[in-house]
């Protein structure tokens, strides 16, 4: 059933074009979304003063991502927290609130107790989640389901951009039932997401940088992993694949951050991988690379098609399609699962059974 791929995991990763079409299907037409299980009424969306984002390890970056698209875009304060922590620190919750869990297998042991409180405090919570049926998906009030299908490697690849996918519904969804996105934004979304599986299917094909970062970097002990603004959570995603999955020490930091701390760790055999795509932080992060540049780190690049200016800054480019940032985590967290990936394979591990780690987390 890996037809034909090595391993689960990159089987998972070369399904991802798909996996977009599938979370899209059905949901929306030229400018509109229609999320038949949201189950929220006109009043309920109303109330609506905050969005609160509670969930674990990956889906907690998706979270991450959301909060950028949300109060960005809808300009709603969202608060992003680790289940775990989530659920004992007495939240701060009433019917203004609408908590989104996001968990694809479900049934994650603290975001289900998060949902718990969530609906306790008087909350409306919706699930952004891949297995149907699953325990969170029959306690929540409404799910939006990301069709990812199974997901078998521990390393959660698909699930993670199907769960950036549902965001980007929901973002609709609200933007367009409180009119706060205007029609021709809507219409700029949805055109943006339907170009995405296309995208993903060629960032893919390029393959061939990603395997010599690896050749080069499977044997360090530490790598660095930074990102400005919407990147900064692929940032963190990027360097727990690679904890996971290789067990090589790794820190995701928004780059503007290295100067209070991590930076001393930078040396020559301490590489980082810097997310650097065309943005509006495009040069701040090119002044944090000229930073570790000048501790000998070496760079890993993950740029935009056509930007000649990172040649001279990074040791490796990994390209991406010039996309506007807000699609960008999609694509920039690409090259980091394959990273990973051959990281791991590289080094002789298991790739799809990490060691201590369970692909469903149940207990606390
Ligand atoms: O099933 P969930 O999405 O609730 O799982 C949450 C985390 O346990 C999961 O994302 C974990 O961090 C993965 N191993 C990441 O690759």
Do not use: W
Not at 39 to 52: P, V
Not at 281 to 297: H, L, P
Not at 315 to 334: A, G, M, W
């Amino acid at each position: 059933e890996k037809n034909g791929y090595d391993h689960f995991m990159l089987k998972e990763i070369y399904e991802q074009p798909r996996v977009v079409e599938d979370t899209l299907r059905g949901k929306i037409t030229d400018s509109s979304v229609k999320l038949d299980g949201i189950n929220l009424t006109k009043e309920d969306l109303e109330k609506i003063e905050k969005i609160n984002i509670v969930a674990c390890g990956t889906s907690y970056h998706a979270g991450l991502v959301g909060k950028y698209l949300i109060e960005q875009n809808l300009r709603i304060p969202t608060e992003v927290d680790v289940a775990s922590e989530f659920r004992y620190k007495d939240p701060i919750l009433s019917e203004k609130n609408l908590v989104i869990v996001i968990s694809q297998s479900g049934e994650t042991a603290d975001t289900l107790a998060g949902l718990r409180e969530a609906k306790k405090k008087g909350a409306k919570v919706i699930g952004i989640i891949n297995v149907v049926g699953s325990t969170i998906t029959r306690e929540s009030d409404g799910t939006i389901y990301t069709n990812a299908g199974p997901e078998i490697g521990v390393a959660s690849t698909k699930a993670f951009v199907s769960q950036l996918t549902a965001l980007y519904l929901f973002l609709l969804y609200f933007g367009e039932e409180r009119n706060i996105l205007s029609l021709e934004k809507r219409k700029y979304i949805v055109d943006g997401l339907k170009k995405l599986p296309e995208m993903i299917a060629e960032v893919l094909k390029r393959d061939n940088e990603i395997l010599k970062a690896s050749e080069e970097f499977k044997g360090v002990n530490s790598l660095m992993f930074i990102g400005r603004n919407i990147n900064y959570p692929i940032a963190l995603e990027g360097a727990l694949k690679l904890k996971e999955i290789s067990y090589i020490h790794a820190e995701g930091y928004p780059a503007g951050e290295l100067k209070h701390g991590p930076i001393a760790l930078i040396e020559e055999e301490v590489p980082t991988v810097a997310i650097a795509v065309k943005s509006d932080t495009y040069d701040k992060v090119i002044s944090n690379i000229q930073e570790i540049k000048a501790r000998s780190g070496k760079i890993i690049a993950v740029a935009t098609d056509g930007d000649e200016k990172i040649k001279e800054h990074a040791d490796i480019i990994l390209r991406i399609h010039e996309v506007d940032e807000i699609f960008s985590p999609i694509l920039t967290v690409l090259p980091l699962q394959l990273l990973a990936y051959h990281i791991s394979n590289k080094r002789g591990l298991d790739v799809d059974k990490p060691r201590n780690l369970a692909k469903s987390v149940t207990v606390e």
